[in-house]
């Protein structure tokens, strides 16, 4: 094990909360880029830098520098935007963003292949348009997610505004964000004090996600921490604690592994906000600062122990965790189509494959949203799943809406098999510097010949979760797909099969670095079996346990038996 701090820590360190040389590297006008030190601090005002890896081969041999562009994500809690909002965000993706607008699997969008010159003004507009960029991405606590659950509106109400709360009163307090981005003052002096973060942040990235019960719609499991909100006559209680998610692994190193939450006990609703803010600390100081690999609670707490965590989370809050309270997911995919509220309103939920709003041929995605955000009254709610929710409708606008949305090509999900309106997949090639494989581009493909084979059978309709990631760091959940791939080299990934339809299980690894060929030779006598032997409403993943084709996944401490209701 690593002795010495990893260089990340210097780097925060000395970053003067996290401002580094960002100013004179955007003013650099000979590259394309900027220093390496700052790319790491770019991040926590919510960027990455990139480069086209299609072009690189062929800029390398025209010796010229990769063609860098940035990619953007927004902070937008709970996935809520409004129609206002939306219009200025399609227009910076019309206007600096190579690939229109991107909804990624926490429910925020991204602009991919901003240039360095237009990175200011793009900020500096989804700001005046009430949003931010900052922490979306980086060693802090991101976007809050939250279910967007439109049917029960006051509780989502609440939990929504749980979810901005925690995002902005967890967000870091540097001023280096207005300076840069916003013209603000500038610093002189010492930079402000960091009251949660400090000097150096976090030892890694940190994330929150809201569930409301029967939905797990956000895969509240895959969260650091994950919040599963308890109602009690028509309110919101409180909430049992789930901690220590994640899903990044890497190839070949046992010591790195996807692993889901664990539920720790119940806090009011009074308690929340010191809760999180606890479990945030407690982290900040025990996370390991000298392996990256290792630095995500998931390790703290399985290095410590759980209930090493419990016991200095309730000292540091001066009270104990009440038991976990019974709840029961049904289900962790959206629910596309029209689907009425208790008040009376309409909220239509559009299957938006990949998440990638875009205009191609008949597709007019991009202009379909366009034209909706001019036309809606309500609020649109993006979704974990990638998404998009035309959320509180008047009946008497349902018909101009759907003429929207048929006349764009958005209505898809009324004709989509089962497995493509569920399935997921993280970007990857091109953007994507990690990637190992295709995954958003290699998704049409593959669907096509799952619905080939799943049609054959007679499964067209059985709604298995797919998921496909172009590494194993997971941003498409995929140690929650009851079928993944899980990318490994160009046309190769692992095939993993078995996880539950409520996100409360992972799947294991059926077949090791393979291609599309024995992906499919391998799934194929197991629909033949699931159309023949599934019992009523079984999952594919369930069937596969209960056949025997999987074995049983070890005992986890994930949720106890008692809270299961
Ligand atoms: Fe992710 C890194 C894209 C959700 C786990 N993720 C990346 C980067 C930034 C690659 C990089 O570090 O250079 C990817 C940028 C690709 C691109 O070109 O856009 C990237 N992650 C995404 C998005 C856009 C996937 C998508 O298709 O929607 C999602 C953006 C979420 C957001 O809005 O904040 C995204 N990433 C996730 C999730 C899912 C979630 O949070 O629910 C996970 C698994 C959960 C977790 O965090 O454990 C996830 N991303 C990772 C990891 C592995 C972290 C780990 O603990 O090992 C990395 C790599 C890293 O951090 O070193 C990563
Ligand atoms: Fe990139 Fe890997 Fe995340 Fe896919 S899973 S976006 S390939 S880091």
């Known amino acids: 094990m690593a002795s010495e701090l990893s260089e990340l820590e210097h780097i925060k360190d000395r970053s003067r909360q996290l401002r580094g040389s960002i100013a004179e590297g955007l003013a650099d006008a000979v590259t394309g880029a900027i220093s390496e030190a700052d790319t790491k601090l770019l991040k926590f005002h919510g960027s990455y830098q990139q480069d086209d890896r299609d ?49 990624t699997t926490r429910q925020t969008f991204q602009w991919h292949g901003i240039l360095k010159h237009d990175l200011k003004c793009t900020i500096a ?16 606590l991101r976007n809050v997610v939250a279910t967007p659950l439109p049917e029960r509106s006051s509780v989502h109400a609440e939990a929504y505004a749980w979810a901005a709360k925690l995002s902005a009163e967890l967000a870091p307090q540097t001023s280096a964000y207005h300076e840069l981005w916003l013209d603000g003052e500038k610093l002189v002096g010492e930079p402000e004090p960091e009251p949660l973060y400090g000097r150096t942040y976090l030892p890694r990235k940190f994330k929150i996600g809201l569930a409301i019960p029967p939905l797990n719609d956000i895969d509240v499991f895959a969260q650091d921490l ?46 929340l906000r010191e809760a999180a803010e606890q479990v945030i600390a407690i982290q900040r100081d025990w996370g390991d600062r000298r392996e990256r690999r290792h630095a995500r609670l998931k390790y703290t707490l399985d290095h410590r122990g759980t209930d090493a965590f419990v016991a200095e989370l309730e000292r540091r809050l001066g009270f104990a965790l009440q038991p ?5 997911f049904e289900h962790n995919g959206d629910r596309c189509g029209w689907l009425q509220g208790e008040d009376g309103r309409w909220h239509l939920t559009l299957h938006i494959e990949s998440g990638r709003l875009l205009d191609r041929g008949d597709l007019r995605l991009l202009s379909g949203m366009r034209e909706l955000a001019r036309a809606h009254t309500g609020d649109f709610r993006l979704t974990c799943n990638q998404n998009v929710i035309v959320a509180n409708v008047d009946a008497a606008d349902r018909e101009c809406i759907d003429a929207i949305v048929a006349a764009h090509g958005l209505d898809g999900y009324r004709r989509q098999s089962a497995i493509r309106r569920h399935a997921i997949a993280c970007v990857a090639l091109p953007t994507c510097g990690l990637a190992m494989a295709e995954s958003e581009r290699y998704l049409p493909t593959i669907l096509e010949k799952l619905e080939a084979r799943l049609e054959h059978h007679g499964l067209l309709d059985a709604p298995i979760l797919l998921r496909l990631s172009g590494c194993p760091n997971g941003c498409s959940r995929p140690y929650l ?19 539950d339809f409520a996100g409360q299980r992972m799947n294991v690894v059926h077949r090791e670095n393979v291609d599309e060929a024995a992906i499919l030779d391998a799934l194929e006598p197991l629909f033949a079996s699931y159309a023949a032997a599934r ?10 346990l209960r056949s025997g084709v999987l074995a049983p996944p070890p005992a986890r401490r994930t949720i106890p038996a008692e809270v299961v209701a």
């Open 55 to 103: 072009l690189r081969e062929e800029r390398r041999k025209q010796k010229l520098e990769p063609l860098y562009a940035f990619m953007l994500r927004a902070r937008l809690p709970g996935g809520v935007v409004t129609p206002a909002q939306w219009l200025v965000f399609d227009r910076l993706a019309t206007e600096y963003a190579s690939s229109g607008l991107r909804i």
């Open 125 to 140: 507009a989804i700001n005046h348009a009430m949003a931010s960029t900052i922490a979306a991405c980086g060693d802090v």
């Open 226 to 271: 994950g919040l599963i909100a308890i109602e009690e006559n028509g309110r919101l209680a409180g909430f049992n604690l789930a901690v220590g998610g994640g899903m990044g692994a890497t190839h070949g190193d046992p010591s790195t592994y996807p692993r889901l939450g664990e539920v720790i006990g119940f806090v009011t609703a009074e308690q």
């Open 324 to 328: 976990a309270r019974p709840f029961r």
């Open 481 to 499: 797909g009851e079928i993944a791939l899980v990318g490994r080299a160009p046309g190769r990934y692992d095939l993993r099969l078995g996880a």
């Open 535 to 544: 019992a009523p409403g079984e999952g594919f993943g369930d069937f596969l």
